[in-house]
């Protein structure tokens, strides 16, 4: 009778021990997705910021001599034919 009490404390120690596990790895899982998803978001930001960045120049160098920013991005369409 000993013996079986024995078994069944080590296979609760052993059911615990893979709970906590599980949640270990199920809480990393969802860490490396957080930081997946904040890397995007960082890389979005710095593109956008970019872009931004590089559109604020153009208006500004317009606005400095007096030209519209409409007439520098300006492509005539030429018809074939």
Do not use: P
């Not at 709970?19 to 904040?38: E, Y």
């Amino acid at each position: 009778m000993r013996r079986g009490h024995g078994e069944a404390e080590r296979l609760k120690t052993v059911e615990d021990e893979d709970t906590m596990l599980k949640r270990f790895l199920a809480d990393v899982r969802l860490d490396m997705g957080r930081r997946k998803n904040s890397e995007k978001e960082a890389a979005t930001s710095a593109a956008q910021r970019q872009v931004g960045t590089h559109l604020l120049r153009h208006r500004q160098a317009c606005k400095a001599i007096g030209v519209c920013l409409m007439t520098i991005r300006y492509e005539s369409r030429t018809v074939k034919t």
